[in-house]
């Protein structure tokens, strides 16, 4: 199950445990109502205030509208690069500052204080003692105004060599840690914004000058292509007053080029498959990999629904696979809510020792096909009333991994609208069974379906492929 | 929201946008000073005893209408037979699989409709059957985690497939070179009799030989009321705690257990003492450089929680700034402080790329002696003090997080206002503090380093770093050269 969810989206440094708890819990409720008020200065930056003083901690969080889908071919891994640059310096922060003054007023690196790049979005956070919050608006206002002042060649030398290593820990060095690029690259065409990893290819980031960096900054960091959310122990006109104060000089940019085409045929139209021999891993594992409707698509709720009601220790295919049959450890499905085109629903099954691949995938595919008569009233309850726990225990935290301050920056700016996390339940509420069982049936067929069956194979260790010694 | 403000508000600054681009008005060019910093308490445990011997402890937390509930037994790894390693987890992981003439399908079945998360496991000290739900349907969630732990049914075919599982999950981590250094660390650095020289989940090996009998057994000899506690956070009071707990509970008998007396003794170490663990075409290399050190409730443990976070507490503490900022060999880099029963490891870890391994051991272990051996200036230390001061209250926003620090301190016995009193001990240590620990709790010429990874490509440098006595391991542990 671990190595499913966390390489989704990157991260400039491993979160804690706590935050890793958060990550995946999405959000809105009846009786937690997430209220807000909402400004836009002349710059165009949007800007939330929530009030929340529960606890003495204050979060800021701003969301960047750039994420790996803007890159060009040949510039892959920019978004997720650039994230990192972020935390090298800008006019006034000398290198290793960020973190440094933030660290000193009590936040903690990775959990209350990270970057994270994603297909469609880039943002930035801290989490800290609400006396504390003028210090990382100023942080985030100067690096938003400044930071190509201060951007050297040394410095990205060496942010490239720490992707490199995010990498080699991530994906080279891990069991199946290939699953995710292989994924993209069948769903989604060659010519199509998804079809490249995050992390992107390591000859494009070899590749990037500072120019490249440089313009890529100019292009997509500034006011009127970002949100910030200030929450928590605030009072809200002091706190409009110290936004305008530290963002309010920073000038507004030209619009962002706009994107290449996004949309898609609604099925793939042919089945994939791709055995991997890894010799990372120690037992066998199956990922099949479905196109399906976007987060932005009418239908993102249904396929909400659908992922939950397929997955969980009570669901027909851990049910089937894990405890029946016995010849899975463990069975995943998840979907990645990308907003744009299509997004991908994967179920995942690991094997056991000395477990046959081919048994497992033909277990796997007989399941997916029987789950349709598992699609019942009562398993839609089951998956509402999970959302409903999901949504609270993530609002818990003011800001960090799916805090509040992260659910409202993803309404605005995936939706335009702040109040989608407020939202939530009734859209889950609306979805009705005939609609997942359309969406299945529409789905989960062989055309639309991309496998792929790790194998085991210790034998001939993968070549490294590792950079010359700095 | 309020639509019509902002659009006035809007307008009114428009006019002000005419300055030029460059111009910082306010801005500044020095981090803004704090505020005056807001109070803030841990919310006090209460506690009460039911008439079956069942300590409860409660911690109202009314953010949300959530609360977690972790019933808690005195029945982990500690406990159990070297031979049988493994065991105090795998029958803490059975007790949801069959329960009370419900079988494992449903009982997860009734807690996913409830929408509770639930989760039964064991670490060294204890097992627990852990629920978060929301408040509604807490007593329901709760009375159901309760069958599971009083009255567990332990069906054979479960007992096969979990344990296949402890198997299997013991061959993925054993594939990663995370996994073989964090092993190889704990038997390097305690002896062969210590429960902590060993993992909670076992081995291939133990778990292999493990029996029903020995579950149904164990869960027999340790799980009783009173060898049990029942921790519940968030938004429950006192009075709601004693009808959930008299209602879930109130019919669970048992004697008091006679836990075996426990020690974990520390291996000698004289000198810098080398493991490798090869793992062939590795790309990265798990580098553990540290040694046996402080448990809870020594009096040093805010002094060494101190050093530790200076060495590598965050990304700015030296560990970090070295390997991944200034080398730019790893994506991370941080210490691992684990106070346990009495003694606990300590170290730095991080995973660092092939070809610069050798470089980023010498300089852990570099760092590691800079640490115990000069004097940690003023400044950082006061800086390091309140990033764990400040963040404190970040860190128990969540029921869950709030639980996990109460169960640390019912576990090992600290003062029931440890986190009350938290900030104000972390605030309390001097530079003179992290000297004198640096000389009694941290032994620099006698550290233990490991490094799982491509020996053909790493054992070579490594040697040739002349740090002390070279082992070459396999993945059990034994010595191969």
Redesign the interface.
């Known amino acids: 199950m671990r190595p499913l969810h966390h390489a989704l989206v990157l991260a400039a440094?491993?979160p804690g445990a706590?935050a890793a708890?958060?990550a995946r819990q999405p959000a809105g409720s009846q009786?937690?109502r997430i209220?807000?008020?909402?400004?836009?200065?002349?710059?165009g930056l949007k800007v939330l205030y929530h009030v929340d003083r529960?606890?003495?901690?204050a979060a800021v969080d701003i969301w960047y509208n750039v994420g790996s889908k803007m890159e060009q071919p040949g510039h892959t891994g920019f978004a997720h690069l650039f994230e990192h640059m972020m935390f090298k310096g800008s006019?006034?922060v000398p290198d290793?500052q960020h973190?440094?003054?933030l660290?000193?007023?009590?936040?903690?690196?990775?959990?209350?204080?990270n970057g994270t790049t994603s297909w469609d979005r880039t943002n930035y956070f801290e989490?800290?003692?609400?006396?504390?919050?003028?210090?990382a608006l100023?942080?985030e206002?100067?690096r938003m105004?400044t930071l190509t002042d201060v951007l050297t060649r040394e410095k990205l030398?060496?942010?490239?060599?720490?992707v490199?290593?995010?990498r080699?820990?991530?994906v080279?060095?891990?069991?199946y840690g290939t699953w995710l690029e292989k994924m993209l690259a069948y769903i989604y065409p060659e010519s199509h914004p998804y079809h490249h990893s995050v992390i992107g290819s390591m000859e494009d980031l070899s590749a990037a000058s500072v120019d490249d960096v440089k313009n890529f900054f100019r292009t997509y960091y500034a006011p009127n292509n970002a949100v910030l959310v200030v929450a928590g122990?605030i009072d809200v006109d002091q706190a409009k007053a110290l936004v305008?104060?530290?963002f309010?000089?920073i000038?507004r940019a030209g619009a962002a080029p706009p994107l290449r085409e996004m949309s898609l045929p609604t099925v793939i139209g042919r089945p994939q498959r791709e055995v991997v021999p890894d010799?990372?891993?120690?037992?066998p594992a199956v990922y099949v990999g479905f196109r399906v409707p976007s987060a932005r698509d009418r239908r993102a709720e249904t396929v909400q629904m659908l992922s939950a009601m397929l997955s969980?220790?009570?669901g027909p295919l851990y049910?089937a696979l894990?405890?029946r049959a016995?010849v899975a450890?463990?069975v995943g499905v998840f979907n990645f809510g990308l907003v744009d085109g299509a997004d991908i629903l994967v179920v995942n099954a690991?094997?056991?020792?000395g477990s046959n691949a081919d048994s497992l995938e033909a277990a796997v595919l007989r399941e997916v096909g029987n789950a349709m008569g598992a699609l019942t009233t009562?398993e839609l309850?089951?998956a509402?009333?999970?959302?409903?726990?999901n949504l609270?225990?993530g609002?818990?935290?003011?800001g960090?991994f799916g805090g509040r301050a992260d659910m409202l920056a993803q309404g605005y700016t995936f939706y335009r609208d702040p109040n989608w996390v407020n939202t939530r339940l009734a859209a889950f509420d609306r979805v009705t069974l005939p609609d997942v069982q359309a969406l299945a049936r529409e789905r989960l067929v062989p055309d639309n379906r991309v496998i792929l069956v790790y194998v085991p194979n210790r034998a001939p260790?993968?070549?490294?492929?590792?950079p010359a010694?700095? | 929201m309020n639509r019509l403000n902002t659009l006035a508000l809007a307008a009114a600054l428009a006019g002000a946008a005419a300055l030029p681009a460059a111009a910082q008005p306010g801005h500044g060019t020095t981090p803004p000073a704090p505020g005056a910093l807001r109070p803030f308490r841990v919310p006090t445990p209460q506690e009460f005893t039911l008439d079956n011997g069942l300590r409860v402890v409660v911690v109202n937390q009314p953010a949300l209408p959530i609360v977690n509930a972790r019933i808690i037994v005195k029945a982990g790894s500690l406990y159990e037979p070297a031979e049988k390693n493994g065991l105090a987890q795998l029958t803490a992981l059975l007790l949801r699989e069959g329960a009370a003439g419900m079988t494992g399908s449903q009982i997860a079945q009734r807690m996913e409709r409830l929408g509770a998360q639930f989760q039964t496991g064991a670490g060294w000290a204890n097992a627990s059957a852990q629920v978060t739900a929301l408040k509604p349907v807490l007593g329901e969630a709760l009375e159901l985690a309760a069958k599971t732990v009083m009255q567990p049914t332990f069906p054979e075919n479960e007992f096969t497939r979990v344990r296949t599982q402890q198997i299997a999950n013991w061959a993925q981590n054993q594939a990663t070179v995370e996994g073989l250094s964090n092993d190889a660390f704990a038997r390097a650095i305690f002896e062969p009799s210590a429960p902590y020289s060993r993992q909670p989940s076992g081995t291939r090996a133990t778990l292999e030989g493990l029996t029903l009998q020995d579950v149904t057994g164990w869960h027999h000899q340790m799980y009783s009321p009173r060898n049990a506690i029942l921790l519940l956070v968030g938004d429950v009071n006192a009075a709601e705690a004693r009808q959930l707990a008299q209602r879930a509970f109130g019919g669970w008998t048992g004697a008091a257990v006679n836990l075996p007396a426990v020690s974990n003794p520390v291996r000698a170490a004289n000198g810098t003492r080398v493991i490798l663990v090869d793992r062939p075409g590795s790309v990265q290399s798990g580098v553990w450089v540290g040694q046996a050190s402080v448990g809870w409730g020594d009096p040093d443990y805010f002094a060494m929680r101190a050093l530790s976070e200076v060495l590598g507490g965050g990304f700015k503490a030296r560990a970090n700034m070295n390997l991944r900022e200034r080398h730019g060999w790893t994506y991370g880099a941080f210490t691992f402080f684990n106070p346990r029963a009495g003694v606990g490891p300590f170290a730095i870890t991080s995973s660092v790329r092939t070809n610069a391994t050798d470089s980023a051991v010498a300089e852990a272990v570099r760092e590691y002696r800079r640490i115990a051996t000069e004097p940690v200036p003023a400044a950082e230390l006061t800086s390091t003090l309140n990033n764990v001061v400040g963040s404190f209250p970040n860190s128990v926003q969540t029921v869950q997080g709030l639980a996990g620090n109460m169960e640390t301190a019912l576990l090992y016995g600290l003062p029931m206002d440890f986190w009350t009193t938290f900030r104000e001990r972390v605030a309390a240590v001097t530079p003179a503090d992290i000297t004198r620990v640096g000389g009694s709790k941290v032994r620099p010429d006698a550290v233990t380093v490991v490094v799982a990874g491509d020996l053909s490509r790493i054992e070579a440098p490594i040697r040739a770093l002349n740090l002390g006595t070279v082992e070459v391991w396999d993945a059990d542990g034994n010595k191969v050269r």
């Open positions: 440094l491993l706590l708890q958060a009786a937690t209220t807000y008020t909402e400004e836009t200065l002349p710059n529960s606890t003495p901690v006019r006034n290793g973190f440094a003054l660290e000193g007023a009590g936040a903690r690196a990775g959990s209350d204080i989490q800290l003692p609400s006396n504390q919050l003028e210090l100023w942080l206002a100067d105004g030398d060496n942010q490239r060599e720490v490199k290593n995010e080699r820990q991530g080279d060095n891990q069991p122990d305008r104060k530290h309010g000089w000038p010799a990372n891993a120690p037992v969980g220790r009570s049910e894990v405890r016995g450890t463990n690991t094997g056991k020792p009562e309850d089951r509402r009333a999970q959302a409903r726990f609270i225990n609002l818990q935290r003011t960090g260790a993968a070549q490294p492929q590792t010694r700095p």
